[in-house]
């Protein structure tokens, strides 16, 4: 019931800053291109009420058309941030010049158009991200392959799944360790989804993230534990040669600081320590950890909210040192919300980790 009543709340509050950002939208755009009072009201209706009911949709019956018009009005959410940006830049232009209406309305569609039109296909190919991290005390040269963020749901499936799997059995890993937000929470889950992960021909090692527990933590782990996959949680395996450390994603600050305190990692040995969200990397150098890996940042996803993520997570994208641990983010194999990028690419991330 507490998750209905949370899901219930989200849908609320979402609608009335969507039905804010749609009126501005269209009575702006509706007014310079000379469209009728009731044509406006009936649009910002019509859009507003999208992404609501593509959501109660697909969490009820989920099909074909409703992945659609889930997928559509997901889309739209990403639509309005640049008609947004747009017609605010319109604004200021025309304090210092005069822009025939019409022809200004014209342009704010078209921009937005073509800037959402490349958003949406720079979402769809996953990149090869290729890293090497060096680590004295490993015995041999180890391949590994990161997976993050793929939000397996209604926007990306069991088809998406299987690409991915693909593109990692291509990369020949030893390992492939999953961080986090496997599942994206936007249908109902069922093994099905997940399959072909199996079919990946390495290890494969995952953690929990942020969408695991929205989606409701028991129900995910009741179907990905049917799966030839190992789930860690707070715990440590060691395999070729290698201490693999996952923790459970957390709201709680000092999460990590105090999980792997518990936790019995040999300093001596090489480590690799898998947690979703790019903190702590200053409590992983104190555990003795050689590599966290992350993701969680999306890179922003989309511009300009890459700037702000910035702002939120000083380890935003990339590799970064401290001391004698290494930190690398990934932008995340899948996208969340809009399937677009702008700024930002999916990834696969190959790491090399090798012994000089």
Known sequence: MNRIIQIAMFISVFFVIFLILNSFIFYTVGNLINLSSNSIYFLIFLFS?????ASILERTVSHILTRAFYTFSSAWMGITIYFVLIIIIYKIFSLIFYIPPFTAG??????TVVISAYAILNSIPVEIKKIEINIPTLKKNVDIVQLSDMHIGSVRNSGFMSKIVKKTNDLKPD???????????SAKIHPGMFNAIEKIKAPVFLIMGNHEYYEGLENVL???????????????????????????YSYN????????????IDKSKPSVLMYHVPNE?????HAGIDLQISGHTHKGQLFPFNLFSRLVFPYFNGLYNYNNTTLYVS???????????LGSKNEITQIKLKNQ
């Open 49 to 53: 009420i999208s992404y609501p009911a």
């Open 106 to 111: 014209i342009v704010i569609i078209a921009l």
């Open 175 to 185: 390992i492939v360790l999953v961080t986090g937000d496997t599942v994206d929470g």
């Open 222 to 248: 009741n179907v990905l534990n049917t799966l030839d996959i190992t789930i860690l949680r707070d715990e440590i395996v060691e395999i070729q040669d290698i201490q693999i450390i996952g923790v459970d």
């Open 253 to 264: 600050k000092d999460h990590l600081k105090y999980t792997l305190s518990k936790l019995k």
């Open 281 to 285: 990397l200053e409590a992983a150098n």
């Open 331 to 341: 932008q995340g194999t899948g996208t969340w919300g809009p399937p677009m990028r």
